[in-house]
């Protein structure tokens, strides 16, 4: 895993492009975890925030990605 901090805008710096998170995250760090070629984990401590799609440089949070199922979220 790879720490990247989040500039006051939201922006995050990723293979020298910026990628718009959250401006809630502004002033802190998120971690990247890599899960597939093109897929990487976005962390901030133990909270999974989402995954970011590297081919198309989109940001999915973690509360609507599509392969989550009805007993991940009952555990909610």
Known sequence: MCSRPVSPKGLISLEGQPLFLSTSLGGW?????PIAEDVME???GRLLLGQVDLATRNFIRADIRPNKTANETEKV
Do not use: T
Request: charged share 10%; no cysteine.
């Open 29 to 33: 760090s998120v971690g990247l975890k």
């Open 42 to 44: 976005v962390w901030f």
